[in-house]
């Protein structure tokens, strides 16, 4: 298993190169959090340990909860399973993912008529 300042690294420097599409710079979000553009870097190779008020800041920065930064256990479940999937979709996205299993489920019923 991975250290887990790799996985906070890793996903740290995801969610920096994917923001809004097309990523930020580790200096833009240096500025962002208020600390140095080699401070990320450093974050992102695991070579520092960001404490919990860095990640508290970069979890507002990026609009996500702090534990997105922590590994997440395999999904035990199909509710959880359902619930990790959806978990940052937006209302419309939802809904339309909710019609979509209820077309699937009337779509079944009647195969089995």
Do not use: C, H
């Not at 833009?28 to 870097?41: D, G, I, K, M």
């Not at 996500?64 to 979709?89: G, V, W």
């Amino acid at each position: 298993m991975p250290d887990i300042y790799e996985q906070i690294g890793k996903q740290i420097r995801e969610l920096r190169t994917t923001l809004r599409g097309q990523g930020i710079s580790q200096e833009e979000l240096a500025q962002a959090v208020e600390t140095t553009a080699n401070t990320v870097s450093r974050w992102e190779t695991a070579t520092y340990k960001p404490s919990i008020s860095d990640l508290e800041r970069l979890a507002r920065f990026f609009g996500t909860p702090i534990t997105a930064f922590f590994p997440q256990p395999e999904p035990k479940s199909r509710t959880n399973a359902l619930l990790s999937a959806t978990a940052d979709l937006d209302d419309d996205n939802l809904e339309e993912v909710t019609l979509y299993a209820q077309f699937r489920r009337t779509r079944e019923r009647k195969k089995k008529r």
